[in-house]
C-alpha cells in the first residue's frame, strides 16, 4: 500500500496565520491526491483533488500544491472554522489511502 | 444538497455481523457518475477505507477485508450497506459512507458524519 506522511501532526496557531501542511508520499502517486478538513463530529469535507484543484464552494483562502512527492496544502489566512483535522488522500494506488492527520488548533 | 447518513447498531458482539445503511438524499445511486463507499476510523487510526459500490452492483473491496466485506446498492430506497462478518475488537472504529466522484480524478466528495460502532461483549 501507498503510505503518505503528513508533517506535522500537530500544529497551534492564530487566527489569520498562513498555514502549510505537507503530504509525503511512498511513491510516486502522479497527481492523485486530495485534501480533506475534519471536525469530530461532523462530515468530512473535500477541499481541494488533483494536488491543486478547489472543490466547489470551498474559500478561495485554501490551496494545494505539489512539489516532486511532496504535497502542500496552504491556507492563507487561518479563520476561526478552521481549526480541525486536515487528511490527505491518495488514489493513485489501490487501495486508497490516507495520511495520519494534522490538527490545527487555536494558539 | 448532497447529504448521506449512516444507520446501524452502535453495538455488536464479537464474531457477529455488522449491518450499516448509508441513506442517501440530493443525489441517486443509480447515478453512473459516482460509486458509494465505505470508509472506517478504529481510535487513534488512520482513516481505513473499506470498499465501494456501484449502482450494477459491481463491487471493489480493500483486501486486507475482502473476506469478511460484503456490500450492495438499493437503487429504490437510494440506499447502500455494508455487512462486515467475524467482527472483532480491532473492527471498533467508526464508520463512514462517502460519495466517490469518479471523473479523473477519482474523490470522495461527500461524506457522512459518521457513526461509532463498538465490538464488545
Known amino acids: 500500500d501507498i503510505q503518505l506522511t503528513q508533517s506535522p501532526s500537530f500544529l497551534s496557531a492564530s487566527v489569520g496565520d498562513r498555514v502549510t501542511i505537507t503530504c509525503r508520499a511512498s511513491?510516486?502517486?502522479?497527481?492523485?491526491l486530495a485534501w480533506y478538513h475534519h471536525k469530530p463530529g461532523k462530515a468530512p469535507k473535500l477541499l481541494i483533488y488533483?494536488?491543486?484543484t478547489l472543490q466547489s464552494g470551498v474559500p478561495s483562502r485554501f490551496s494545494g500544491s505539489e512539489f516532486g512527492p511532496e504535497f502542500t496544502l496552504t491556507i492563507s489566512s487561518l479563520q476561526p472554522e478552521d481549526f480541525a483535522i486536515y487528511y490527505c488522500?491518495?488514489?493513485?494506488?489501490?487501495?486508497?489511502?490516507f495520511g495520519q492527520g494534522t490538527k490545527v488548533e487555536i494558539k | 444538497q448532497v447529504q448521506l447518513r449512516e444507520s446501524g447498531p452502535g453495538l455488536v458482539k464479537p464474531s457477529e455481523t455488522l449491518s450499516l445503511t448509508c441513506t442517501v438524499s440530493g443525489s441517486s445511486v443509480s447515478s453512473g457518475s459516482y460509486y458509494w463507499t465505505w470508509i472506517r476510523q478504529p481510535p487513534g487510526k488512520r482513516l481505513e477505507w473499506l470498499g465501494y459500490?456501484?449502482?450494477?452492483?459491481?463491487?471493489n473491496y480493500n483486501p486486507s477485508l475482502k473476506s469478511r466485506v460484503t456490500m450492495s446498492v438499493d437503487t429504490a430506497k437510494n440506499q447502500f450497506s455494508l455487512k462486515l462478518r467475524s467482527l472483532s475488537a480491532a473492527d471498533t472504529a467508526v464508520y463512514y459512507c462517502?460519495?466517490?466522484?469518479?471523473?479523473?480524478?477519482?474523490?470522495?466528495?461527500?461524506w457522512g458524519q459518521g457513526m461509532l460502532v463498538t465490538v464488545s461483549s
Open positions: 459500490v456501484y449502482y450494477s452492483g459491481s463491487t
Open positions: 488533483a494536488a491543486s
Open positions: 462517502a460519495r466517490v466522484a469518479w471523473e479523473l480524478p477519482p474523490r470522495f466528495d461527500y
Open positions: 511513491q510516486g502517486i502522479d497527481s492523485y
Open positions: 488522500q491518495q488514489f493513485s494506488g489501490y487501495p486508497p489511502t
